[in-house]
């Protein structure tokens, strides 16, 4: 069946960019998508991309697709405090997701 | 954007009995919604999606008489945990879609004790 792979685990100092990255093995994915969960608490989108594009950018979030290597990334700029979280990757049509394990994000001063 | 709404957010039960969690479409009305499960340090796993005026579809390994889902109205989907176990204590998220968007509901924490 279809699998979303990402890191575990990331750490990084206030201030600096943060890059999660997300692999995937379901190549007829219409969109990919990014998800922030903080604790006890649900998923928030936080953005997505339609897989025929290969870049998209919103603010401090900047999205890369490269289709042909299934590799899907998400870069925080400026990381702050508050973006401490869990990030998960998910793909496959809106009304069927196939979520990765999830990147705990870790931000330090 | 939309707004999903689940309740309960927190509930603990005893072994044996059921517990109806909700989840409605506040400002939209959704015909098809959808129930994840987490495991603490896991991902969401798809556990069934439920279509309005009929019956849910399930998803592979997920028992449909443990885990009843009715959807009775456009905006209104109820997961029912019957006979619940300690095994199935977890993080119950439902989502509801908009064209390319899906909005998940804040999650139900179920301990089973």
């Known amino acids: 069946g279809e699998d979303v792979e990402q890191s575990l685990f990331l750490s990084v100092r206030e201030g600096d960019s943060s890059v999660i990255n997300c692999t995937y093995t379901?190549?007829?994915?219409?969109?990919l998508y990014w998800y922030k969960q903080e604790p006890g608490a649900g998923l928030q989108l936080l953005t997505y991309?339609?897989?025929?594009?290969d870049m998209k950018q919103d603010q401090r979030l900047t999205v890369l697709l490269n289709k042909k290597d299934k590799h899907l990334s998400l870069r925080i700029a400026d990381t702050q405090t508050g973006d401490s979280a869990i990030y998960f990757c998910?793909?496959?049509?809106?009304?069927?997701?196939?979520f990765g394990a999830g990147t705990r994000l870790a931000v330090h001063p | 954007g939309a707004v999903v709404s689940q309740h309960p957010s927190r509930v603990i039960c005893k072994s044996g009995t059921s517990v109806k969690i909700e989840c409605r479409s506040l400002?939209?009305?959704?015909?098809?919604m959808f129930w994840y499960r987490q495991f603490p340090k896991q991902s969401l796993m798809l556990m069934a999606t439920?279509?309005?005026?009929?019956?849910?579809?399930?998803e592979q390994g997920v028992e449909k008489d443990k885990f009843l889902i009715n959807h009775a109205s456009l905006t209104l989907s109820t997961l029912t945990v019957t006979s619940a176990h300690p095994e199935d204590s977890s993080f119950y998220i439902c989502?509801?879609?908009?064209?390319?968007?899906?909005?998940f509901g804040q999650g139900t924490r179920l301990t089973v004790v």
């Open positions: 439920s279509n309005e005026g009929s019956k849910a579809t399930y």
């Open positions: 379901d190549s007829s994915s219409t969109y």
């Open positions: 400002d939209f009305q959704a015909t098809t």
């Open positions: 989502s509801a879609s908009i064209q390319t968007e899906a909005f």
């Open positions: 991309i339609f897989s025929n594009m």
């Open positions: 998910a793909t496959g049509g809106y009304n069927k997701l196939i």
